[in-house]
């Protein structure tokens, strides 16, 4: 069977719900035509492009029951967690820079007001405690700040029952940050939210957006 029958079979099985696929190789030069200021026009370069050029496109932009419109190569997904890489990458520019230290207490930026949940009460009263320890942006990019995801964790489902706060994958950046944290900074690791407290961090040094940091020093780049 070929790639093309065999992603194709993978979609109607349900193997898979769909995908967009490209692939190319290396040889050769994109380029943009620039004009300057003074009028001259200049070659500059967009990337890398190649003679081999793969593309696929199978499935539905829903698995939800009556959406039959088709996947497109210009389809826009949700990337989740994986800009936490860029935002780390982000991160580490302005620590290369000296703009900010990794073992720099961070938390006069976003962070004032997280207690730590250490348990219930029998009654289910959470028990809340001061936060002692300094929060770092290397603690952040580590996962070992204690901030969590309230989707992930069970004891912050519990918190949310008690306070009657909504769980959710898709909460807003405040949202994110009203939630306790689960243990002193720097005692544990919990796959969190700490890498989106990085991403704050950054505003705030910068006086950029995230997005226009990222476009200006990676992107563009």
């Given at each position: ?109 976003v962070l004032t007001k997280q207690s730590i949940l250490t348990g219930f ?101």
């Amino acid at each position: 069977m070929s790639i093309d029958e065999v992603l194709e079979k993978a979609a109607q099985d349900g193997t898979i719900p769909g995908a967009v696929m490209l692939a190319t190789n290396t040889s050769g030069k994109a380029w943009r035509p620039v004009r300057s200021a003074s009028g001259k026009t200049k070659k500059i370069t967009l990337g890398l492009t190649g003679d081999f050029n793969f593309k696929k496109v199978i499935g539905k932009k829903s698995l939800q029951a009556g959406c039959d419109d088709p996947l497109r190569l210009d389809s826009v997904f949700t990337i989740a967690s994986m800009t936490k890489l860029l935002t780390s990458i982000a991160l580490l520019q302005l620590h290369e820079h000296g703009t900010v230290g990794l073992d720099q207490d961070v938390s006069e930026y976003v962070l004032t007001k997280q207690s730590i949940l250490t348990g219930f009460s029998k009654d289910g009263t959470p028990i809340l405690v001061k936060r002692e320890k300094d929060i770092t942006l290397r603690l952040l990019l580590t996962h070992s700040s204690s901030a969590s995801y309230s989707f992930m964790d069970p004891k912050l489902q519990q918190y949310a029952q008690y306070t009657g706060k909504s769980v959710t994958e898709s909460s807003t950046i405040d949202d994110i940050f009203d939630w306790p944290l689960l243990y002193q900074p720097g005692e544990g690791w919990t796959y969190g939210a700490g890498i989106t407290w990085v991403g704050k961090v950054l505003e705030k040094l910068t006086g950029k957006s995230l997005e226009e940091y990222m476009q200006e020093n990676i992107f563009n780049p």
